[in-house]
């Protein structure tokens, strides 16, 4: 339906908007060429913009990283390069850059304190024991994402400033009441249709395909057929699972205590209390303060007149007072206390309002959490243990088998395996990290990999047994399989024939009927057939005989295929009925076709930026900094084997 509204959304209406939006450009000078020839580290150039080794891996990496997520299984080096992911994350930000720069020539840019506004109500950079922003709890979350705060405020501004173009382009933004009407019509349009099925046994059956036949089958079929890399592997895991029952002795009562005083302050709960700051000038607006708030005036009464904001704090510790000086202060006052205090940032008066006093966790309290944190203490201790007397037997010379034996692990073979995890049977085989597969597929025939981080306080190291090439099964091998499927294949030839030369006639002025007696088939009609109830008719008729149901003209003779069969069909009969339900339709799509108007709006603008500024993208070194082959070289590779045919 909304495609075949696409020529309306290209009208005045919908353009009206781009229009005013490239007429914006004009002053900015849009036309500027970029780089003729890309220099230094930039793999993209937008304008002021640019994108270098650095931030485009990580953007590839941010990218492939989702796409594993989404299909359950690792992306191998080859996998990646075979389906162009650089190229996909070069041009994607390639206009990314090119539309954010666009922003912001129209004077679309975020201040600094929208910036920073945003940046502290993030939940991620919040102290976890005083619940505010807190700037190395920033500094680190932004680091373990390989960010700098620089790289993340310049992230930020671009989606913001998205955002806000977005809000303004869409704001007030819908499509006129034609295009909710055609979207009527295109609900409520009915058509009676007919047609005949030609089964399997409408055509003689082919005879057995010769070897000759399955050989140029295989041929035609080779990257279907063709069975992927596989190899065995001898996996060494290390795991606290494996490791639990070497450190499942005693709790040694000194370590316990231990932990206890060093973990006390932050088991027991703080008091905290709930108090108002007024910031005041000096001691004479101090006491003034004072006695006004002793005479229960409202705080922000006496703020209000002494020209300030109060600062309220509700059911804070003593930390999470900005001012440490007068939060120390503070909280020697009483509740219901008012008193003038002196900080490191100037002098207030605090009235405190109520205390919850704080609650000290005991030994015995704490036992079960310490212990089990001891636990796994002694658990990733062991694990730790375990991989150094690996490591050290295996550069000692022992091998894969000898060392994990001195470690006091067990080995654990698996494969043939592809590096999507499935096994030569065609299954897949469950449990196994696809980092671990990731690994294995990096390594030679005979290579070990060195012991890797798994997660969870888990490790391995895997060793590739042996190498099974890429290769398309023999004949004699697939031979029942394959000879079933060149068989049917033949059929769909011959009912595709048949259905051809039975359409024919039934264009040439033969009835539908006649046509199906002298093919030995009956007509069947299905009235009254609406884009709204087709859905119910989706399992028997299949989406290829109702696209060409509500594609073809009335009397149109066609044939498309049925689940089993192949249909031969006209429809009649189109109407349309008009009344309550249409204007219903009509008003109740006119949400979804101005989110598809306004899709399409963002789409245009967006290639419209990458063109005016002649968007600079380097395809080599996009490749280079993903570690790909370079273009000539790639090239070469696959030419290599097309050269040897």
Wanted: hydrophobic fraction near 45%; charge should be positive.
């Amino acid at each position: 339906m909304l495609a075949a509204i696409r020529n309306f959304a290209k009208s005045w209406p919908a353009r009206i908007l781009l229009i005013i939006l490239a007429i914006s450009f004009v002053g900015w000078g849009a036309n500027q060429s970029g780089l003729a020839v890309m220099s230094g580290d930039h793999i993209i150039k937008a304008g002021s913009r640019t994108v270098g080794t650095l931030a485009f891996r990580r953007e590839y990496d941010t990218y492939k990283k989702r796409m594993e997520e989404q299909a359950g299984q690792p992306i191998t080096q080859e996998l990646a390069e075979q389906n162009r992911l650089d190229t996909v994350v070069l041009n994607g930000l390639a206009t990314r850059e090119a539309f954010a720069e666009m922003l912001s020539k129209v004077g679309i840019r975020p201040s600094d304190k929208l910036i920073l506004d945003q940046i502290q109500k993030i939940p991620a950079f919040f102290d976890p024991i005083t619940g505010r922003f807190d700037k190395k709890t920033f500094q680190q979350r932004l680091g373990e994402n390989g960010l700098t705060p620089k790289a993340f405020d310049a992230v930020l501004r671009d989606e913001m400033a998205t955002q806000h173009w977005a809000v303004a382009v869409q704001n007030g933004l819908a499509v006129p009441r034609t295009y909710g009407g055609l979207a009527a019509v295109f609900a409520l349009e009915s058509r009676d249709l007919s047609y005949f099925a030609l089964t399997p046994q409408s055509v003689p059956q082919p005879a057995a395909p010769t070897d000759a036949q399955l050989t140029a089958f295989i041929n035609e079929n080779k990257a279907q057929l063709t069975r992927p890399e596989m190899r065995v592997l001898t996996i060494v895991p290390f795991t606290p699972q494996t490791a639990a029952a070497a450190a499942s002795g005693p709790i040694d009562p000194a370590e316990l205590e231990k932990r206890y005083n060093f973990r006390k302050d932050t088991l027991s709960q703080p008091e905290t209390r709930t108090l108002v700051q007024i910031p005041v000038k000096d001691q004479a607006a101090a006491q003034q303060a004072v006695a006004r708030l002793q005479k229960g005036e409202a705080p922000a009464a006496v703020a209000k007149s002494l020209g300030v904001d109060p600062v309220t704090y509700e059911d804070k510790p003593q930390s999470a007072i900005a001012d440490r000086k007068a939060g120390q202060a503070a909280f020697k006052l009483q509740a219901g206390q008012v008193g003038a205090v002196q900080g490191d940032l100037g002098l207030s008066v605090v009235k405190i309002v109520s205390v919850v006093p704080g609650r000290e966790v005991t030994l015995e309290q704490a036992r079960p959490m310490l212990e089990a944190e001891l636990r796994k203490d002694m658990v990733a201790e062991k694990v730790y243990a375990q991989t150094q007397a690996f490591d050290d037997a295996h550069q000692g010379g022992a091998s894969f088998a000898e060392a994990a034996q001195k470690a006091g692990v067990s080995t654990q073979t698996i494969g043939p395996i592809s590096a999507q995890g499935v096994d030569d049977q065609g299954r897949q085989l469950q449990g196994l990290p696809p980092k671990i597969l990731e690994t294995a597929f990096a390594l030679p025939a005979g290579g070990d990999s060195e012991i890797t981080e798994l997660g969870d306080g888990a490790y391995f190291a895997v060793r590739v047994e042996k190498i099974v090439p890429a290769s398309v099964p023999p004949l004699a091998e697939i031979r029942p399989m394959l000879t079933q499927a060149w068989m049917r294949r033949e059929i769909v030839r011959a009912l595709e024939a048949k259905a051809t030369a039975l359409t024919a006639r039934v264009q040439k002025g033969e009835s539908l009927e006649a046509v199906a007696a002298s093919a030995g088939a009956a007509v069947v009609r299905v009235p009254g057939l609406t884009r709204r109830t087709a859905q119910s008719q989706q399992q028997q008729l299949g989406g290829e005989v109702l696209g060409r149901t509500f594609a073809s003209k009335p009397g149109e003779a066609w044939f498309a295929r049925l689940p089993n069969a192949i249909a031969v069909g006209q429809i009649s009969n189109v109407r349309v009925e008009a009344g309550p339900a249409a204007a219903q339709i009509a008003e109740a799509n006119r949400g979804e076709l101005t989110q598809a108007v306004f899709r399409e709006m963002g789409e245009a603008a967006q290639a419209y930026a990458r063109t005016k500024l002649k968007v600079k993208v380097d395809a080599e070194k996009a490749r280079a900094a993903v570690g790909f082959a370079p273009l000539a070289e790639a090239k070469s590779e696959k030419a290599a084997p097309e050269k040897a045919k």
